[in-house]
C-alpha cells in the first residue's frame, strides 16, 4: 500500500521563477493538504483540497495556487519566487468521510530559491 | 489566538533513560491533539492523538502523552529511549482540515 508520494524531492530554483510540486496521496484518501516547512521551524498549513476544490487556506499570498485532479492528486504552483520561499514542502492526505482521519505526510520536497 | 509552544528546542538524554517532552497550546475549543515525529530527511509520522476520553493515550513506538486540560498540555513522555528515537518531535493542535505545529524538539540521545 503506497503512502503518500511527493515529486521531485529536491529543486533548484531562481528568485522570480515559477515552480510545480506534485502529490499522490494514499490509497483511499481523498482530501490533500500541503504544509510549508522552513528550517527549524514546525510546519505551517498552506491550504487543502477536497472534491478538485480549495476548501481552506492558511496565511500565504496568491502567488501559492493549487490544484486537485479527479484522482485526488494534487500540485503545489508558487509563482514569482521568493528566496524565502526556500522550505520543504510537505503534502498530507486523509480521508473525508472517516471523522478526525489522521493526516497522513509525505517525505516533503525539498525547494531552495537561490 | 491558536497556538502550539513547545519550550524545549534541544533535549539531550542517555539511551535507557526517561524522556518527557512538553508541550502547551492555546485553542479556543475543544482541542485534538497530536504529536508527530521527523527524522531528518523524512515527512511527519504520526506517533499518537487526542480526541476525547482517556486523558492518558498510547502511541507507537513506546510513546505515550496525558491531556491536562487545567494546564493546557500534552506532553509527551517514553519510560526507556531507544538510540533510534533521535529526531525532531513536534506537537500539533486542530483537526484533520488544518493543523498548527509547535516549532519542535530535536531529541539527541548518548550511547
Known amino acids: 500500500d503506497a503512502g503518500v508520494t511527493q515529486s521531485p524531492t529536491h529543486l533548484i530554483k531562481t528568485r522570480g521563477q515559477q515552480v510545480t510540486l506534485r502529490c499522490s496521496p494514499k490509497?483511499?484518501?481523498?482530501?490533500v493538504s500541503w504544509y510549508q516547512q522552513a528550517l527549524g521551524q514546525g510546519p505551517q498549513f498552506i491550504f487543502q483540497y477536497y472534491e478538485e476544490e480549495e476548501r481552506q487556506r492558511g496565511n500565504f499570498p496568491d502567488r501559492f495556487s493549487g490544484h486537485q485532479f479527479p484522482n485526488y492528486s494534487s500540485e503545489l504552483n508558487v509563482n514569482a519566487l521568493l528566496l524565502g520561499d526556500s522550505a520543504l514542502y510537505l503534502c498530507?492526505?486523509?480521508?473525508?468521510?472517516?471523522?478526525?482521519?489522521?493526516?497522513?505526510f509525505g517525505n516533503g520536497t525539498r525547494l531552495t530559491v537561490t | 489566538a491558536q497556538s502550539v509552544t513547545q519550550p524545549d528546542i534541544h533535549i539531550t538524554v542517555s539511551e535507557g533513560a526517561s524522556l518527557e517532552l512538553r508541550c502547551n497550546y492555546s485553542y479556543g475549543a475543544t482541542p485534538y491533539l497530536f504529536w508527530y515525529v521527523q527524522s531528518p530527511g523524512q515527512g511527519l509520522q504520526l506517533l499518537l492523538k487526542y480526541f476525547s476520553g482517556d486523558t492518558l493515550v498510547q502511541g507507537i513506538k513506546g510513546f505515550e502523552a496525558e491531556f491536562k486540560r487545567s494546564q493546557s498540555s500534552f506532553n509527551l513522555r517514553k519510560p526507556s529511549v531507544h538510540w533510534s528515537d533521535a529526531a525532531e518531535y513536534f506537537c500539533?493542535?486542530?483537526?484533520?482540515?488544518?493543523?498548527?505545529f509547535g516549532t519542535g524538539t530535536r531529541l539527541q540521545v548518548f550511547p
Open positions: 498530507a492526505s486523509s480521508f473525508r468521510q472517516l471523522n478526525n482521519s489522521p493526516l497522513h
Open positions: 500539533a493542535v486542530g483537526n484533520t482540515d488544518k493543523l498548527i
Open positions: 490509497s483511499g484518501h481523498d482530501t
